[in-house]
């Protein structure tokens, strides 16, 4: 979003002063009656060129980031590169107007002055601060300062040369001893070099440790600068840079604006494949050409060039695919490596899928919860079914608008392994939560003992036992008392013993193991009779006459809700009767059926809660509730892997 009115309009302000400054070099070279050349030569195009680029590229960076360093720097740079190139036409003009000696001389001075502090400071530094306008890190902070102070030492360097431009008299501030100080301004070049290969070395260390959208933003700049290389080195190395060469200098502000504003604006890896390869197909077309012209007839060395052509481009196109989009190319090659990571886990999968085809982000839901994830989430994404209510989401890559044929092919392909990897997470956390609640209810058990113990049992042991330790001292002296004490540790005795029972009862129900479950709910039932309020009550077991042999877990839960649910119709119903029903096949149904009011629902108090409980940490399923003929509980429970 824009920033404040203030920044806004020094942004709009800086664009305007670049922009006149254009026109103003424009208009004065034209009434200097210059060749085109002739401006070539005082590097009015050139400063007019870059000047014009950086300025308005800044200033639009700065209008839309105003606390992004990059585009202050590119505005004020680009507004100083400017100034040189309205400097010399005008310059020349004064001079053939026949203006004052120190006001011709004062235009040069601004032009050798103005611009170096762009490319000695500006640019090298800017570098350091791309695409974020951070440091790469505060370490740097130090080179940023070296670079800052030592700037100044490239403008003196440009400043105080004595050479003229053209015809025109030199400026002020120059040296006459300038060329005894050749070391010096060697190591002013060798400095500026090496600022310059620090920030490239900034970029790429930036590139490599970032995020999707940070190198997303950088490829923008190695497209703009590959371009301007291509552009620059093989006039270079034959008989110089033309003119026409230098307009391509400003596509390196205009990527650099596109990506810190707008860089998903296209799929930049795919703008950048296709440029590489065939830069490197003309490269090397063009290469092998000039060789065999060297040693083969004309005609030989097209022909040779044209067949090799084709396939030579097929070849690079793989190569740099593969650098940016993985190994989309090859499904079986990218199946291959996911399926040698399925055993490390789901996240390990899906982190191989997202290195393989170079996607931002990868994740798993499974209904609407994330099973796992890998890489930054994109707004833009896209969507795979891989199992009922799974689905697998990737990020698209920036540019992209939906995904292409190729990468649905490869992520149609691995959803079958994928798959496997979900339920295999899936069954790996249902086991993790089985362990964890047995591990709970083990420990409930032991607490629940240790208390039983500790508070009842314990206690009336060491009362029993002080009680003997009493009636063995009055035995001799009031055989009377003694025998009263002995009365009082019978009594204790029969509790403790009692408790005992209880104790064993809460474990396992003796009867189940000497009745079995059906004889020991059939005594259960015989033993209901009443309910609370004295209304009689008849209770009743509908059960197999030879019940298969059930595993203790089973028999445990069964018994304990059957005479929950026994104890429910006595307590809080107004029935006559009621049954408990038993049936076996693939799984144990308990089912207890009573004619009392089916007026309201259940209300869910401690004993419907624990027979749920009961048969949920069994895998079974318990409902209860009022039906059209009186009140019904039905609880089932698997006897598979019991």
């Known amino acids: 979003m824009p920033g404040s009115a203030m920044t806004r309009r020094s942004a709009i302000g800086l664009a305007a002063v670049a922009v006149a400054e254009a026109g103003g070099a424009v208009a004065a070279a034209l009434a200097s009656g210059w060749s085109f050349s002739q401006a070539v030569d005082t590097y009015v195009v050139s400063n007019l060129a870059i000047g014009l680029g950086f300025a308005l590229c800044g200033a639009l960076i700065a209008y839309h980031r105003p606390r992004h360093p990059v585009g202050w720097l590119y505005a004020v740079g680009g507004v100083l590169q400017l100034l040189s190139a309205v400097a010399v036409p005008t310059a020349q003009v004064l001079h053939d107007q026949d203006a004052p000696l120190w006001l011709v001389r004062s235009a040069v001075t601004v032009f050798s002055w103005a611009w170096p502090w762009h490319i000695g400071l500006v640019l090298p530094l800017s570098l350091l601060l791309l695409p974020d306008g951070r440091l790469p890190s505060p370490r740097w902070r ?43 301004w060697t190591a002013s070049e060798l400095r500026w070099a090496l600022s310059v290969v620090i920030g490239v070395a900034a970029l790429a260390i930036r590139y490599r440790r970032g995020d999707e959208r940070l190198r997303r933003q950088l490829l923008w700049l190695v497209a703009a600068a590959a371009v301007v290389l291509a552009a620059i080195t093989p006039w270079a190395l034959v008989a110089g840079t033309p003119i026409a060469v230098l307009f391509t200098i400003p596509l390196l502000p205009i990527a650099i604006t596109v990506g810190i504003l707008r860089y998903q604006l296209l799929d930049i890896r795919l703008v950048l494949a296709r440029g590489v390869a065939y830069f490197l197909l003309s490269a090397l077309v063009l290469g092998a050409y000039a060789a065999l012209v060297l040693v083969l007839s004309g005609v030989a060395s097209a022909l040779i060039v044209a067949l090799a052509a084709l396939p030579l481009r097929a070849l690079l196109q793989r190569t740099v695919d593969r650098m940016l989009y993985g190994e989309r190319r090859d499904p079986l090659r990218v199946a291959s490596r996911v399926g040698g990571r399925l055993g490390v886990g789901l996240a390990g999968t899906l982190d191989e899928i997202r290195e393989s085809l170079h996607l931002p982000w990868v994740e798993v839901r499974v209904g609407d919860e994330v099973a796992a ?22 990020g698209l890559r920036s540019g992209e608008k939906r995904l292409s044929a190729r990468d649905k092919r490869i992520l149609h392909l691995l959803a079958g392994p994928l798959a496997t990897a979900v339920q295999a997470t899936l069954l790996s956390h249902d086991l993790q939560a089985s362990r964890e609640r047995l591990v709970n209810a083990r420990e409930e058990e032991r607490h629940r003992l240790r208390r039983d113990l500790h508070d009842g049992l314990g206690p009336l042991l060491t009362g029993v036992a002080m009680t003997a330790d009493a009636a063995a001292n009055l035995a001799v002296r009031a055989p009377e008392g003694a025998i009263a004490l002995l009365a009082e540790l019978r009594a204790d005795t029969r509790v403790a013993i009692g408790e005992i029972r209880r104790i064993i009862d809460d474990l396992r129900p003796p009867a189940l193991d000497e009745l079995g479950l059906v004889g020991a709910l059939q005594a259960r039932a015989a033993r209901t009779r009443t309910r609370t309020d004295g209304a009689p009550l008849h209770a009743s077991v509908d059960a197999p006459h030879e019940p298969p042999l059930l595993p203790p877990a089973i028999e445990v839960a069964a018994y304990r809700i059957a005479t929950e649910a026994l104890t429910n119709a006595a307590r809080h119903s107004d029935a006559r009767t009621v049954v408990v029903r038993l049936a076996c096949t693939d799984a144990l149904t308990v089912e207890v059926l009573d004619d009392g009011s089916t007026d309201g629902e259940w209300t869910v108090g401690l004993g419907l809660t624990g027979m749920r409980e009961r048969a949920a940490e069994l895998g079974g399923h318990c409902v209860a509730g009022p039906t059209g003929s009186g009140g019904r509980v039905l609880v089932s429970l698997p006897l598979a892997g019991s």
């Open 142 to 184: 130090a080179v940023a300062w070296t670079v800052a102070l030592t700037a100044p030492l490239f403008v003196v360097e440009v400043g105080l040369s004595d050479e003229s431009v053209l015809e025109l008299p030199p400026g002020y501030l120059t040296l006459a001893s300038y060329a005894e100080l050749d070391p010096l």
């Open 373 to 394: 994830a890998s890489g930054r989430p994109v707004p833009a994404t896209a969507s795979i079914p891989i199992i009922d209510d799974g689905r697998l989401i990737v």
